[in-house]
């Protein structure tokens, strides 16, 4: 495996996010990609790095598998050099990719299972740290508007209820959303939402991974729910037939589309 770096690369595409099908004669607006910056992220190891997120003119990027312990780095994005590096043991052990991030004003939300911390993005320093005990949290969360929403069970698999929760991102108290049981055999996996606000009601949606573990086959739900009544508004049962789905929806022009 190759060393570990990360390269910047700035390019123009033409895409259409209405068409439901591929175009099959897509049109290349520019074929030239120009390299801004290369600069070892880790040397002498190997490793991946996650999707850079933006911040302040700052690229901030995390390592994992093949490292002593996920890292999370602040780069220039002009330059790519570094800014400043956080390898606290809170943010996960080797090997160990379940997690997730999310930014909120001048904060990184990181959630490594049942520890979420809140990472200050001028220095690296972690502000926050919030360990939940006694049940089974994430690996995955999303950051929308000003809390934090994640899933949490009492125990990691075939448990019989899943719960949807959130928090306030300078707090330690979490709010129970939505339980969501087995039903038919399933064990069911609250994932990760995305949030619609209207004039009347902000809307959650979401998907549930469905698994029959003593038949080893997965389905998918969608739901709709409303956080000022906190009810569901819809559910799509059993939409996908053939699996599951952990990624965020995304919400454009009124319309939710779902990643399989």
């Known amino acids: 495996m190759l060393p570990l770096y990360i390269l910047l690369f700035l390019s123009a595409i033409s895409c259409d996010p209405e068409t439901p099908q591929p175009d099959p004669d897509p049109k290349v607006v520019d074929t030239s990609m120009q ?7 880790a040397p002498g190891l190997n490793g991946f790095t996650s999707i850079p997120r933006l911040w302040n003119n700052n690229l901030i990027i995390s390592t994992l598998f093949f490292y002593q ?3 999370i780095q602040s780069r220039n994005l002009l330059t790519g050099k570094l800014n400043w590096e956080q390898n606290n043991f809170a943010l996960g052990n080797e090997n160990d990719g379940n997690y997730n991030c999310g930014i909120y004003e001048d904060q990184m939300i990181w959630e490594n299972s049942n520890i979420f911390l809140n990472i200050n993005l001028a220095n690296g320093e972690i502000i926050q740290n919030d360990k939940i005990k006694d049940a089974w949290m994430g690996p995955r969360c999303s950051v929308l508007n000003d809390h934090i929403y994640s899933n949490i069970s009492d125990k990691p698999i075939q448990q019989v209820d899943n719960y949807l929760v959130r928090r306030q991102i300078n707090s330690s108290l979490w709010d129970t959303l939505l339980t969501i049981s087995k039903e038919d055999g399933f064990t069911k996996f609250v994932e990760v939402p995305a949030l619609y606000n209207n004039l009347n009601d902000s ?16 389905q998918t739900d969608f739901y709709c729910f409303s956080l000022k009544d906190r009810t569901i508004k819809w559910r799509l049962k ?10 965020q929806p995304i919400i454009y022009q009124g319309k939710v589309y779902f990643q399989g």
């Open 69 to 71: 312990g996920n890292t």
């Open 203 to 218: 809307l959650l949606l979401f998907s549930v991974g469905k698994w029959h573990f003593p038949e080893s086959r997965g």
């Open 238 to 247: 059993d939409w996908d037939k053939d699996g599951g789905s952990v990624l």
């Open 35 to 41: 390299v801004i910056w290369n600069e070892p992220i």
